[in-house]
């Protein structure tokens, strides 16, 4: 049905940056809302960015101006460009329908905000 695969997560230092890369298959991607999600060590899975098919951003307020979501429609790609990182923003991300998620929740990438 539909996968998704994230990628660009790593270990960096408060006030560093990431690019999250989001590769969607298996769906109409560009008539859906994404998302990126978190989920960090002893928390449940909570949704922090949506970009809907419109063009519309919405975000967590513990990331406002600090995260930007966009989408690549032609190559089917999400991204979540993080700036000012926290120690607080360490956990595993994801990527899914903003919605309802669909399918299976992928592996994540790993963000880890500490020095």
């Known amino acids: 049905q539909v996968q998704f695969v994230e990628s660009g997560g790593g270990l960096v230092q408060p006030g560093g940056s990431l690019r999250l890369v989001c590769a969607a298959s298996g769906s109409d991607f560009s008539l859906y809302a994404m998302g990126w999600y978190r989920q960090a060590p002893g928390k449940q899975r909570e949704l922090v960015a949506v970009?809907?098919?419109?063009?519309?951003?919405n975000y967590v307020d513990r990331v406002k101006g600090r995260f930007t979501i966009s989408r690549d429609n032609a190559k089917n790609t999400v991204y979540l460009q993080m700036n000012s990182l926290r120690p607080e923003d360490t956990a595993v991300y994801y990527c899914?329908?903003?919605?309802?998620?669909?399918?299976?929740w992928g592996q994540g990438t790993q963000v880890t905000v500490s020095s």
């Open positions: 970009l809907t098919s419109g063009g519309t951003t």
């Open positions: 899914n329908r903003a919605g309802i998620p669909v399918g299976a």
